[in-house]
């Protein structure tokens, strides 16, 4: 038989199967009124060349490329946590700073507005996206919307933010009764399915009979995530004390505990930021290639600076990942309130003064962990495109990707850890009520008590 927290691992389990099932049949659905093989062809034309194309792609699940019903997916939802996010960590309104403080009315509250913020964002790019798809070239007597009408127009708007309310509800149906982050998840299924592409290309070497390139290739990857999930996982624990304390007269020694700070605290948004930086004159480029400053067209000169081995993009994209490493670490954690709380529970550093100096003793900390994690997440980024000139791989993972994957995959194993240690703590708690119950102990009050028998 089954116990609780078995049936309800197994519970979550079949529900996300459920849930994500449904979002891939979503995203085979089309947009009504357009080719689907023109926006195809595009895509495959354009996407190792356009980062910010891979990156909706990616984001999208997939869905992009197929022009369908999940065509901007998460990303408004994405944008939306990032904006709200990056408000509160500078503290610019502080009705967000209140809510935050209010626990989980607050939550809700931030969650609620986050939507809201979705759905207005969702109208945005669903217009933009609309005038991109527009602009596309076709071959000549090709169409690539059948009737371009006023109604049309709204019809794909309404049904391109419908498509990414669906998918933010999915997302946070997961995340609620499922097995992870939903939203991750769903991200993490869009790049599980180009997975096959690396493969194919994997066995196209081994038909060309070039084993050492293969080998070398398989080894270079195998590196690499292997070093990720260090990366990932890596802390630096800085010990704390705590001060002695007495409890109903009862002395305790000090407590030490420690405080961890991941070498990576900004994940991928660092990348995130950096793509949507740089790819923005890119994608004016692409869809505008006749633009011109001072009659000189400046739309191939960008194409061609956007080429994902030329050192000066490497170089622009290194300094632009660490700088917005920086600027996330300083908005999503703060040396003064840490040291501060520290202050107020009567916690300190070994050797280092509370107040001020343990402020400037953490901030030290984490600058140097910012900058180690920032040129690896670059390394990782850049490193895919590379290994594709050098091995002639017409597709390879993207860093991006693989960070996304390793993370997600990283959560839904602490999840699944924490399931089988509750199990494990039922079981725990059942056998020692058995073995108290045989002893004549009760518990009562929280203190264990002897049951004396009044016969005896």
Not at 280 to 289: D, E, G, K, R, Y
Not at 448 to 453: A, E
Request: charged share 15%; with cysteine; hydrophobic share 45%.
């Amino acid at each position: 038989m089954l116990s609780t927290y078995t049936y309800d691992c197994l519970k979550r389990l079949f529900f996300t199967i459920g849930i994500l099932i449904v979002y891939r049949i979503g995203v085979s659905i089309p947009i009504p009124g357009i080719n689907v093989n023109i926006i195809h062809q595009f895509f495959h034309m354009h996407t190792n060349h356009n980062g910010f194309l891979n990156f909706l792609d990616i984001f999208s699940g997939g869905a992009l490329n197929r022009m369908s019903i999940f065509s901007i997916g998460v990303v408004p939802y994405i944008n939306s946590s990032i904006v709200i996010n990056l408000i509160q960590g500078a503290h610019i309104m502080p009705y967000l700073d209140k809510l935050s403080t209010e626990g989980e009315h607050g939550r809700k509250r931030l969650n609620q507005i986050t939507r809201y913020l979705t759905l207005l964002l969702g109208i945005v790019q669903s217009i933009f996206l609309l005038i991109a798809i527009k602009r596309i070239p076709t071959p000549l007597g090709t169409l690539l919307i059948t009737n371009p009408s006023i109604s049309w127009h709204v019809l794909v708007i309404i049904t391109l933010v419908t498509g990414s309310m669906f998918v933010m509800w999915s997302g946070e149906q997961i995340t609620e009764y499922g097995i992870c982050n939903g939203i991750s998840l769903i991200i993490l299924i869009g790049i599980i399915e180009r997975f096959p592409n690396s493969f194919y290309a994997i066995v196209r070497l081994i038909t060309q009979k070039t084993y050492s390139s293969l080998l070398l290739l398989v080894s270079i990857v195998v590196i690499m995530f292997i070093s990720v999930i260090y990366i990932e996982t890596a802390q630096r624990k800085i010990p704390i004390h705590y001060t002695k304390k007495f409890i109903e007269y009862e002395p305790y020694n000090d407590q030490r505990s420690f405080l961890p700070i991941r070498i990576d605290q900004s994940g991928v948004m660092a990348i995130v930021f950096t793509i949507s930086i740089l790819s923005i004159p890119l994608t004016i480029a692409q869809l505008f290639p006749k633009i011109s400053v001072c009659g000189h067209l400046i739309s191939q000169p960008i194409i061609n600076f956007n080429i994902k081995t030329n050192a000066y993009y490497n170089i622009v994209y290194t300094c632009l990942v660490i700088f917005f490493c920086y600027f996330y670490n300083s908005i999503s954690f703060n040396p003064s309130d840490i040291a501060q709380y520290m202050k107020k529970c009567g916690g300190f550093i070994p050797g280092i003064r509370s107040g001020a100096s343990t402020r400037c003793y953490i901030k030290h900390i984490i600058d140097r962990l910012t900058l180690v994690g920032a040129i690896f997440v670059s390394f990782i980024s850049l490193g895919p495109n590379y290994l594709k000139k050098f091995f002639h791989l017409p597709y390879l993972f993207s860093g991006t990707a693989l960070l996304i994957t390793i993370s997600v995959t990283l959560d839904i194993i602490a999840r699944f850890e924490s399931y089988f240690i509750m199990r494990n703590y039922e079981n725990f708690i059942t056998n020692s009520e058995n073995i108290m119950k045989g002893k004549g102990i009760k518990k009562q009050d929280n203190k264990f008590i002897i049951n004396y028998n009044k016969n005896q």
